[in-house]
């Protein structure tokens, strides 16, 4: 039978830790007392159902914008937005806004769990890697990757997310007191690049000894997922207005999908194609022989593509009036950034 005590898989992982670390911007090496804990709770906030890959040079531009909470707490919302474009998840941005102003306010971030899950956007997980990571508490971290590693080393057959309370519980079994940021990182680290989604690597495994999804013979059976429901489709109209070599761009309301971003104009996303419906000016508008397809986390966006040129003398609805050579710089959400770069190519 494979050895689960949890003495043996935390000693195994932290002594593959100690030499296979990861090295990221954000990341003290292993062992270290403490990492800054600004610089983990920003890259917390941007791992939030995001690839590490991805939120690498993100971090980068953001420290060297941003060094402090004290420096974020002060930026302009629309400069802070515009930098995070590409990433999605736009509601994490606001968040970590209104975050940093609190920390700012309070003068140093909280090093308990409790203490940050007060904080705008930062739950259970959230509080959780903070503590351990920033601070050296004990504290019971599962991301994805963690789930996968847990689910398969206890081989919990109960379909996410159902499992997730089990794969907690069994998490807290094999976390120890010592050494708990480095555990989670070792963690991470483990499901990321060893115990990956496919054709795991579990002859390099440091702890495949108490796995009991390898001793069955199938580790890609867990974790257990329920099928998931097929998205709805919406549809929706996005429209360019261009006048004197410059594009009509809006301020998409603080609230809501994409809130606070800049964005060009669109008409709403429903079950049928829009249409025309809530242009932004009275125009001769032309539909495009072309459309841009986008997933969202619960829908998927089919948008039209509409555009129109004004004279520069004539009135037009409020908005900011971008240089289309430059639009690039806008920073666009993704799905508008699609939308603009398909409109430059056929207008």
Request: hydrophobic share 45%.
């Amino acid at each position: 039978m494979p050895d689960n005590a949890p003495e043996s898989i935390a000693a195994a992982l932290l002594a593959w830790y100690d030499a296979n670390a990861r090295r990221l911007p954000w990341r003290a090496p292993p062992g270290a007392d403490a990492t800054a804990p600004y610089k983990v709770w920003l890259s917390e906030v941007m791992l939030q159902q995001t690839q590490v890959a991805t939120v690498i040079p993100y971090f980068e531009k953001f420290t060297a914008r941003w060094p402090s909470f004290a420096a974020m707490a002060a930026a302009e919302d629309a400069d802070v937005m515009a930098a995070w474009a590409g990433l999605g998840y736009y509601a994490r941005a606001r968040n970590m806004l209104a975050c940093a102003r609190e920390v700012a306010r309070l003068g140093a971030l909280p090093d308990t769990e409790a203490g940050l899950r007060a904080l705008p956007g930062i739950g259970d997980y959230t509080a959780a890697a903070i503590a351990a990571i920033a601070f050296g508490r004990r504290a019971v971290v599962v991301d994805a990757n963690v789930e996968r590693v847990v689910s398969r080393l206890f081989a919990i057959a109960d379909p996410l997310p159902g499992s997730r309370p089990m794969i907690r519980r069994f998490t807290d079994t094999i976390t120890p007191d010592a050494r708990a940021g480095d555990f989670a990182q070792a963690m991470m680290d483990l499901g990321s690049g060893i115990c990956t989604v496919r054709a795991p690597k579990c002859l390099l495994c440091p702890i495949a000894f108490g796995c009991k999804a390898r001793a069955e013979g199938n580790p890609e059976a867990y974790p257990v997922k329920a099928r998931k429901a097929p998205k709805p489709q919406r549809h929706g109209t996005m429209f360019w207005l261009e006048r004197d070599d410059a594009v009509l761009l809006v301020r998409r309301p603080d609230k809501g999908l994409l809130g606070g971003m800049r964005a060009l104009p669109t008409g709403p996303w429903a079950d049928t194609p829009p249409g025309m419906v809530e242009a932004p000016a009275a125009a001769d508008w032309r539909m495009l022989n072309e459309t841009v397809r986008h997933g969202f986390t619960h829908f998927e966006l089919e948008v039209a593509l509409a555009t129109a040129t004004i004279p520069r003398h004539a009135s037009a609805p409020p908005g900011e009036w971008w240089p289309v050579a430059d639009i690039e710089s806008a920073g666009l959400p993704t799905v508008f950034a699609k939308a603009a770069k398909a409109i430059r190519r056929l207008r």
